[in-house]
């Protein structure tokens, strides 16, 4: 059976959570959303709002790059990075903090989906740079229609309304606030074909008596001739890791403006050099009120190369210090 595009879906979904339309009734203002489905699935050609305006064609929208306020329901964009690698760094209180160095490269708004005409609010996200000769036409033809520079990775962000930006906004380190959770997805690193021991964690076989080269085997795969097949998903040996995986709740320790490279406690999926991708944690929601929104827009007259690095507060209160 083939599989059917998730957009499709998503739109009959929205279809049919609409009320029932007719011509018939054209006193009835129909919302945004209807304007897409009623283009694509209805027939009549003559639709008009209550107003009596034509509402086949898109509405205009215009997206404005400007400070909002983020309510619960708010959901903001992700950003690309490249994973530089690991380290230690010590906090204020000298305890020792496992840290991942991610890179920001030069994040911009490749392309702006609305409910008028994909179906979906979403962001597209373009990082790093490439060279036309190592693209295809379709690609090149893609940023040029947008009027963006080329970009080495793209990634759709779903995000709501209110959180949209114009194409060729630039998202930097800043969109994120040291001492808040992330979820970070990426793929992780291949480790090739391995046995069942380094793949599920089997135990293996005896080590001495009773097991002749054997060792490390995964043992009985079935029954007899009842049913007389290997089940489906029966742990076995195969290819192990180059998987995405996303780890939630990554706490940002420090991020550096100057350098656009943001620290964050423990280990994220992937090699040194793969890009992963960040957003807001889904679990530990980090507090609206200390998030920029949509994305932090940074003045005129600021110089990048001047900001120091801002690191989480840790608080005043040593947890070192014995209790009296």
């Not at 940002?252 to 423990?266: C, E, M, Q, S, T």
Request: with cysteine; net charge positive; hydrophobic share 35%.
């Amino acid at each position: 059976m083939a599989a059917v595009p998730r957009g499709l879906i998503s739109r009959f979904n929205q279809f049919l959570s609409i009320r029932s339309v007719t011509s018939s009734s054209p006193s009835e203002s129909l919302p945004h959303c209807s304007f897409f489905l009623l283009r694509r699935f209805s027939s009549d050609a003559g639709l008009v709002d209550g107003a009596g305006s034509d509402i086949i064609g898109d509405p205009t929208r215009i997206i404005e790059a400007k400070q909002g306020e983020m309510s619960k329901s708010s959901k903001r964009t992700g950003i690309i990075a490249v994973k530089c690698g690991m380290t230690a760094l010590w906090n204020k209180w000298g305890a020792r903090v496992p840290i991942s160095i991610l890179w920001v490269d030069d994040n911009i708004v490749s392309q702006v989906k609305t409910v008028e005409k994909e179906g979906i609010f979403a962001l597209q996200i373009g990082c790093g740079q490439k060279k036309p000769k190592h693209l295809s036409k379709s690609v090149v033809g893609h940023f040029r229609a947008q009027g963006v520079p080329l970009k080495r990775k793209l990634r759709e962000f779903p995000v709501t309304e209110d959180a949209l930006l114009p194409v060729g906004t630039s998202l930097g380190v800043r969109h994120f606030v040291p001492g808040q959770y992330v979820d970070v997805t990426g793929i992780t690193r291949g480790k090739g074909f391995q046995g069942v021991m380094k793949r599920h964690g089997f135990s293996g076989m005896p080590d001495s008596h009773g097991a002749s080269l054997s060792h490390r085997s995964g043992g009985s795969t079935g029954q007899r001739d009842a049913p007389g097949k290997v089940f489906k998903g029966r742990k076995m040996a195969g290819r192990m890791g180059a998987d995405q995986r996303t780890v939630k709740n990554v706490w940002v320790y420090k991020i550096d403006p100057a350098r656009n490279l943001i620290y964050v406690r423990g280990q994220v999926p992937g090699a040194e050099g793969n890009f992963v991708f960040l957003r807001d944690a889904w679990y530990k929601k980090p507090d609206i009120s200390t998030l920029p929104f949509p994305t932090y827009l940074a003045p005129e007259d600021e110089d990048p190369s001047e900001l120091e690095p801002i690191v989480a507060d840790l608080g005043e209160l040593d947890p070192y210090l014995l209790a009296e």
